[in-house]
């Protein structure tokens, strides 16, 4: 059974860069059927797609957040990362990262597992 | 990017009832629709993909359908279990984009 657990600092200052991790177990990161994903949800509001890599390092991102987002993956260590740079207010999220299928038809499809969710607050 | 429009945005519902719940796309996705359960302080689940496809293990009171713009999420007979936030998420394009959700309520 595939399990996702992202890690990382529950607390970023502004205009520091948040970094977070998620380690992948249960399958391996190097799989071509799948992209590993980041996605956030602000209080009280949607789900947002930050954007996605595959297991060679192929990468896309929501045009919104282009400038300041940058998904890295550990083949190594089967896991993925982020770093979210110039942090504001406005970034203050859970963080989720998840596993996308993907096939010769369609890139990106559905988000499953998930992993549970980190709490990033952006205050000084 | 594709805006997925959810209704109605909250429901008060009983044990017991059919609900149903609507996302449309902004332009045609085909049948590139995911529906997800998100209950509070866990992750969202994967219900439905590809509009109608039930995920392994989510009670067959759940169903999707719909194409083009159009879509719906329907559950049969609601359970205490199932009261939740809903969200659908198209596929056909990125940005990936999730509806606002469907916060269903006793």
């Known amino acids: 059974q595939v399990q996702l657990q992202e890690s990382g600092p529950g607390l970023v200052k502004p205009s520091q860069t948040l970094s977070l991790t998620c380690a992948v177990s249960?399958?391996?990161?190097?799989?071509?059927?799948?992209?590993w994903t980041w996605i956030r949800q602000h209080p009280g509001r949607g789900l947002e797609w930050i954007g996605s890599i595959s297991y060679q390092g192929n990468t896309d991102y929501t045009p919104s957040l282009q400038s300041r987002v940058t998904i890295s993956i550990d083949t190594s260590k089967n896991q993925f990362s982020l770093d979210l740079t110039s942090m504001t207010a406005a970034d203050t999220a859970v963080y989720y990262c998840?596993?996308?299928?993907?096939?010769?038809?369609?890139?990106?499809?559905?988000?499953?597992?998930w992993g549970q969710g980190t709490l990033v607050t952006v205050s000084s | 990017d594709i805006q997925m429009t959810q209704s109605p945005s909250s429901l008060s519902a009983s044990v017991g009832d059919r609900v149903t719940i609507t996302c449309r796309a902004s332009q045609s996705i085909s049948t590139h629709l995911n529906w997800y359960q998100k209950k509070s302080g866990r992750a969202p689940k994967l219900l439905i993909y590809?509009?109608?496809t039930l995920q392994s293990g989510v009670p067959s009171r759940f169903s999707g359908s719909g194409s083009g713009t159009d879509f719906t999420l329907t559950i049969r007979s609601l359970q205490p279990e199932d009261f939740a936030a809903y969200y659908c998420?198209?596929?056909?394009?990125?940005?990936?984009?999730f509806g606002g959700g469907t916060q269903v309520e006793i």
């Open positions: 590809s509009t109608s």
């Open positions: 998840a596993r996308v299928s993907s096939t010769l038809m369609t890139t990106y499809n559905w988000f499953d597992p």
């Open positions: 249960g399958d391996s990161i190097t799989s071509s059927r799948y992209f």
């Open positions: 998420q198209q596929s056909y394009g990125t940005p990936l984009t």
